[in-house]
């Protein structure tokens, strides 16, 4: 069992940049790919980004590709998901994903065992 939880959400200007947060507890974060997931307003939850055990590899939503970057520290059992040149599209509830497959698995099929709460990221035009 894997306990998921975001930090680092919060309101940002359209430009502007946040970097959140996923502590796990429970189990050893590097057992599992992580990702991040995010749901917005009236739509369906969507895959934005995902990394495999050893950080070497990641996927992103085409959405985001080049804006946003995810990275492990599997010493600190901690995933990071830096936003970059945040649109008001980017506005969303943004969930905390782990999963004893693969990163790209998580990215193609949306495989998820473990999820967080969430955090708020707000972008204002």
């Known amino acids: 069992q894997v306990q998921l939880v975001e930090s680092g959400g919060g309101l940002v200007q359209a430009g502007g940049s946040l970097k959140l947060s996923c502590a796990a507890s429970?189990?050893?974060?590097?057992?599992?790919?992580m990702g991040w997931f995010r749901q917005a307003p009236g739509k369906e939850r969507e895959f934005v980004t995902a990394?495999?055990?050893?950080?070497?590899?990641?996927y992103y939503a085409d959405s985001v590709k080049g804006r946003f970057t995810i990275s492990r520290d599997n010493a600190k059992n901690t995933v990071y998901l830096q936003m970059n040149s945040l649109k008001y599209e980017d506005t969303a509830i943004y969930y905390c994903?782990?999963?004893?497959?693969?990163?790209?698995?998580?990215?193609?099929?949306?495989?998820?065992?473990?999820w967080g709460k969430g955090t708020l990221v707000t972008v204002s035009s």
């Open positions: 994903a782990a999963d004893s497959g693969t990163a790209q698995a998580m990215g193609a099929l949306g495989r998820v065992d473990y």
């Open positions: 429970g189990r050893t974060l590097s057992s599992y790919a």
């Open positions: 990394i495999n055990r050893s950080g070497g590899s990641t």
